[in-house]
């Protein structure tokens, strides 16, 4: 029997642990089961408490106090004990019905996401058949806000990238928190950075606006000074840099955006539709039988 998951993931602060607990409170009103699953061993508050913690095996406040180690190296600990005891995730989820949508929440480590192979390992363990046997698909988060300092999106993008490659999953890409930028972004340009492309570079209103206020062209072969990192940041090498960036993004073309505002049920929902869909949730449900009394309302209807 197969059980279906969606992993919530993205860079600290996109938003995760809100947009966990407004799709629990949506399937709570839409009378469908969820069973949320904290494995952020940082993670402090919820607004839905987890029915599986991985605090409960192991919190990265002990692990850096007895490993003296740093929170990025204390995380990779954390998860590196997970795998050498997964019975604490098959203990709780095998008993699950395919009922039950169950919803990971991920650290906002992007290593883990990358380049380090302990989430790939996490995942072939959960999608692997005769075990947990999940249907499983990745939410990637990326803050909304990104969109309006072009460079640092399509940074953003190429993590949601990487991790769609290393996962290996199907994938959905999100930008949330799209109640911040409502009035900083017209709705006509939002729509580019959903399918991203180079040609965002090319029309950047912050970098022509920089242009003009200091009376410069765009020289992608000039040398900025290494001492002035605002010279750096606006130089030929950086420019050079985020458009083998974009190409490549371009190139690939995997990625593409959905929109998210967690104050908007619909918006939820929409994301919820999307999740279905990549595991095929619908498909393996079975058909509910009628009450006998409302056989009873039918017969009544008919005569």
């Known amino acids: 029997m197969s059980k279906f998951g969606v ?6 602060g996109a938003g995760k642990s809100t947009f966990c607990a407004s799709l629990i409170t949506h399937l709570q009103l839409n009378r469908r089961s969820s069973f949320y699953v904290n494995l952020d061993p940082a993670a402090e508050t919820f607004e839905h408490t987890p029915d599986l913690d991985i605090r409960e095996l192991i919190s990265l406040e002990d692990v850096m106090e007895e490993m003296e180690l740093g929170p990025n190296g204390g995380l990779i600990y954390c ?8 019975d604490f995730l098959t203990k709780s989820l095998d008993s699950l ?9 991920m650290p906002g480590q992007i290593e883990l996401y990358t380049h380090v192979p302990i989430l790939p390992a996490l995942v072939r363990f959960l ?3 005769g075990s947990l046997d999940f249907r499983l698909c990745a939410a990637y988060l990326l803050e909304a806000t990104f969109v309006v300092d072009r460079a640092k999106f399509f940074s953003g993008t190429l993590s949601a990238m990487s991790a769609m490659i290393m996962l290996e999953v199907p994938h959905l890409n999100i930008l949330s928190k799209m109640d911040l930028v409502k009035d900083q972004v017209r709705k006509k340009d939002l729509k580019r950075f959903q399918m991203p492309d180079s040609g965002l570079l090319d029309d950047d209103p912050a970098e022509i606006a920089r242009r003009k206020d200091e009376g410069t062209v765009d ?3 000039a040398m900025a000074d290494p001492k002035d990192k605002g010279a750096l940041m606006r130089g030929g090498g950086f420019r ?9 993004i371009e190139n690939f073309s995997m990625v593409s955006y959905l929109k998210l505002d967690v104050q908007d049920e619909d918006s ?3 994301i919820l539709s999307y999740i279905d869909d990549c595991i095929q949730y619908h498909e393996a449900q079975e058909p509910k039988e009628l009450k006998d009394e409302e056989f009873d309302d039918m017969d009544g209807m008919e005569e």
């Open 127 to 129: 999608t692997r058949a």
């Open 219 to 221: 020289d992608e072969d």
């Open 79 to 86: 998860f590196e004990f997970l795998m050498e005891n997964l």
């Open 97 to 105: 019905t395919e009922e039950y949508l169950i919803i990971f929440d």
């Open 268 to 270: 939820v929902g929409a």
């Open 240 to 248: 050079r840099l985020n458009r083998a960036v974009a190409n490549l």
């Open 7 to 12: 992993m919530v993931m993205g860079p600290a």
